[in-house]
């Protein structure tokens, strides 16, 4: 069974940190492409963060320099680090796994941010 359970989110204020981190089971891993997307009220969801089966990572630009993605393989894990935040931020995050014709996403976590 295919689960991806993201945690981490909340209340944060402008300007501070929040640290979302996804668990994975029921695949392999470290085969798979890890992403983290966001959907804010009203708006379509997008990509925020990639870290591909090999590590390579990739952002968005709205995120770039602020936000990090690594994962730790022997935990199947993926974490996103979201410094210097903005309003704009605010969002439901969730985590993909896709690898070829299979995906997952997880539940979802709310960040907002908000002083």
């Known amino acids: 069974q295919v689960q991806l359970v993201e945690s981490g989110g909340g209340l944060v204020q402008p300007g501070g940190s929040l640290r979302l981190s996804c668990a994975a089971s029921?695949?392999?891993?470290?085969?798979?492409?890890m992403s983290w997307y966001r959907q804010a009220p009203g708006k379509e969801r997008e990509l925020v963060a990639l870290s591909s089966a090999g590590s390579r990572t990739n952002y968005a630009d709205s995120v770039k320099g602020r936000f990090t993605i690594s994962r730790d393989n022997a935990k199947n894990t993926v974490y996103l680090q979201m410094n210097s935040l903005k309003p704009e931020d605010t969002a439901v995050y969730y985590c993909n796994a896709r690898l070829f014709g299979n995906e997952y996403w997880g539940q979802g976590t709310q960040v907002t941010v908000s002083s």
């Open positions: 029921g695949f392999t891993f470290s085969r798979y492409h």
